[in-house]
């Protein structure tokens, strides 16, 4: 979206009096969170192949069930 562009959905919504809130979505401690999450289940789907020859796609949704089911506790 061109800088034209942006110029007049501000003066748009000006003219209709709406009101645009902008905010950072990104989230550091979230981040870190989905990176630990993501190194875990990354971990066991190579262990989890190293014995099924390749066949991710048969042992992920196991692999997945068995993540969301596991207890764990914060740190």
Same mark, same amino acid.
């Given at each position: +979206?061109?800088?034209d562009? !942006?110029?007049?959905?501000? /003066?748009?919504?000006? /003219?209709?009096k709406?009101?645009?809130?902008?905010?950072?979505?990104?989230?550091?401690q979230?981040?870190?969170?989905?990176?630990?999450?993501? #190194?875990?289940?990354?971990?066991?789907? !190579?262990t #989890?192949?190293?014995?099924?020859?390749?066949?991710?796609? /048969?042992?992920?949704?196991g +692999?997945?069930?068995?993540?969301?089911?596991?207890? #764990?506790?914060?740190?």
């Amino acid at each position: +979206m061109g800088l034209d562009s !942006k110029a007049k959905i501000v /003066e748009w919504c000006k /003219e209709l009096k709406i009101q645009q809130n902008f905010l950072v979505v990104g989230n550091p401690q979230a981040n870190g969170q989905t990176d630990v999450s993501n #190194r875990i289940l990354l971990q066991h789907l !190579k262990t #989890r192949l190293n014995g099924a020859k390749g066949s991710w796609v /048969e042992e992920l949704p196991g +692999m997945l069930w068995a993540y969301r089911t596991t207890p #764990r506790t914060t740190t």
